[in-house]
C-alpha cells in the first residue's frame, strides 16, 4: 500500500497538536482516514470518539501547527516520515487497547514516525532485542550491557535502546562495535535535538550507523510521560527485553511491564544482592521472566524454538564419573598413601573380596589406582576425583 503525501502531511500534524498514545486520536483514526481526522480537528468537528473537549484540548498547538514545515525541517536533516502501510513500518506496532492488560490498555499504538538512518526500520526489526537499565549503571552494569550488545549484534540481532545514560548507552556502544546487527535508538524527543546532551557523540555515531526513531515531530522536548510511553515502542518492536540493571523504582522495569503486556518475552541479568540497582532485575526474576548470563540465553528465547539451542556449561568429566555406584565405593575405599590388601579393600568397601577383584582391573586401566608392595593404594589420578 501506499501513503500519499497528504496523509503523511495530515499524521505530521496530528502528532504536533497531541501527545503519542494518545488513544482519541487512535480510536478517531480507526474510523476515518487521516486526512479526515485532520480535517476534523483542524476545524474544530467531533469526529467518532473524538470529542468537543478532546478538540478544544488541542486548540492551542494547533494554533501555532504547520505540519508542511515540519516536513521541510524532517527533510533538510536527512529524517524520513514512516505511516502504517509503509514498506519500513515495523509488525510489532500493531495492538488493540482495549484488549490488553496492564498500562498498555491505557496507550495507543505509534499512528507514525520519524526515523533518520540508513537502515531498513523493519528490516532491522526483523530479529531485534531491547536492552535497557539502569541511568546510574555500576561497573559491572556497563561491562554487561556492552558485552551483550556486541554479542547481540554479532549474531544479526538489532540491539533497540532508549539512547540514555549508563546501560542504554553501553548497549549501543557494544552494538556500534560490531559489524553485525545495526543498533536503534527510540528518543522522547524529536529527531533534531539531543538528549541527554552528553550523549551527543554517540545519537550521532547511531545516525550514521544505525537509526534514531521518535514519535515526535521536530523540536519537541523531553517530558516524564514522554519517557514511560516512549517504552512501549522500544517493547512492541522487539521480540524481547533484557533489563541489565534496575532498582526498584525504575524506568527500565516500565519497559519490560510493557513487553510483559505486549505478549513479548522479558528476560533480566542477575547482579549482586548486595546491589541497589539490582534489587529491580532481582524482582523480575522471581516474578518468572528469563534469566540472562549471556548472549546465547538471550538468543535461545528469542529466536524459534529449537532454532538456537544453548549448551549449558559443566566442569571437565573425570574417569570416576564413569565408574558404576559399586565400583566408586571400592574407590573410595582405597588409601592414599599406605598400600592395602585386597581384603581390607572389601572390608572397607563392605563388599565381597571377588568384587574387589573384579574392580581393581578397571580402576588400574584407567590409571585411578596403583599395585604397590603387594597391596592397593590410590593414585594422584584417583585422589584427586
Known sequence: MTVSNQERLARVGLARVTEPGSLDIWAALQAASAEQVWASVR??????QLGQRALDGLAARLAVCDPQRDLEQLDRQG????????????????????????????????????????HHLREAMAESVAVVGARAATAYGTHVAKELGFALAEAGSTVVSGGAYGI?????????ASSGAPTV???ACGLDLVYPRGNDRLLGEIRRQGLLLSELPPGCGVTRVRFLVRNRVVAAMTQG???????????????SGRAADLGRHVMAVPGPVTSAMSTGTHQLLRQGCSLVA????????????????????????????????????????????????????????????????????????????????????????????
Do not use: K, N
Not at 524520513?80 to 499504538?109: I, K
Not at 542504554?168 to 556500534?176: F, N, S
Not at 598413601?337 to 572390608?347: D, G, K, L, T, W
Open 43 to 48: 476545524a474544530g468537528e467531533p469526529l467518532g
Open 79 to 118: 529524517a524520513r516520515v514512516l505511516c502504517p502501510g509503509d514498506d519500513e513500518w515495523p509488525g510489532g506496532l500493531v495492538w488493540e487497547p482495549s484488549a490488553m492488560s496492564g498500562e498498555v490498555r491505557g496507550m495507543a499504538p505509534p499512528f507514525v514516525l520519524f526515523a533518520e538512518g540508513p
Open 168 to 176: 542504554d548507552a553501553a548497549a549501543h556502544r557494544g552494538a556500534l
Open 185 to 187: 535508538a527510540v528518543l
Open 241 to 255: 527485553t533484557v533489563v541489565v540493571e534496575a532498582a526498584e523504582r525504575s524506568g527500565s522495569l516500565s519497559t
Open 294 to 385: 549471556g548472549v546465547d540465553d538471550v538468543l535461545e528465547v528469542v529466536r524459534p524454538m529449537g532454532e538456537h539451542l544453548t549448551v549449558r556449561a559443566r566442569g571437565p568429566v573425570h574417569p570416576r564419573d564413569r565408574l558404576e555406584e559399586q565400583t566408586r565405593r571400592i574407590l573410595d575405599a582405597l588409601p592414599v598413601r599406605r598400600p592395602v590388601s585386597v581384603a581390607r579393600i572389601a572390608a572397607a568397601a563392605g563388599v565381597s573380596t571377588l568384587m574387589v577383584q573384579v574392580a581393581l582391573p578397571e580402576l588400574l586401566g584407567a590409571g585411578l589406582v596403583e599395585q604397590r608392595d603387594g597391596g592397593w593404594r590410590l593414585t594422584t589420578l584417583g585422589a584427586s576425583g
